[in-house]
């Protein structure tokens, strides 16, 4: 009898700690994944504030230098609140290229001061020619091409991440 009321308690303590609900559906609580599908890298979100408005990205995180040299080179797609950071530590001069890269994208540089220095709109794929930050940057956000211009996103712009 012991026996078989640990049992049941140990089966309720398991149900509860279900990811289903309790009617049965999956919890979507967790359902966003912390890492990105294709590149492995960690998802978080990104927001630039422009004219008091908080507009907010999903993107991976290129923190290691073998995934800044890799970026979004291949990709054929990205949706449109998605993106990649690029964060440098310490802050320096950046130049990015768009070679392999397949989709047309903003290249956004975030000044020392966590505000965008300058942009490099719709960048060209697979073009070697160098986009140079306009000073020392502290990160680099790249969204698909267009997309700045479309949310109103301009130099002088706040980002945080």
Known sequence: ???????????????????????????????????????????????????????????????????????????????????????????RDASFWMKNTVIPLDIIFIGIDGRISNIAANAQPYSQEQILSSGQVKGVLELNGGRAEQLGIVAGDKVAW
């Open 1 to 91: 009898m012991r026996l078989k009321r640990m049992v049941l308690g140990l089966g309720l303590l398991l149900a509860a700690c279900s990811p289903h609900s309790a009617d049965g559906a999956a919890s979507t609580a967790s359902a966003s994944p912390s890492t990105h599908p294709v590149s492995g890298l960690p998802i978080v979100p990104l927001t630039v504030t422009h004219a008091g408005k908080a507009i907010v990205f999903r993107v991976e995180v290129a923190a290691t230098s073998q995934s800044q040299a890799h970026g979004l080179m291949f990709r054929t797609e990205m949706g449109p609140d998605e993106g990649m950071v690029f964060p440098m530590t310490p802050p």
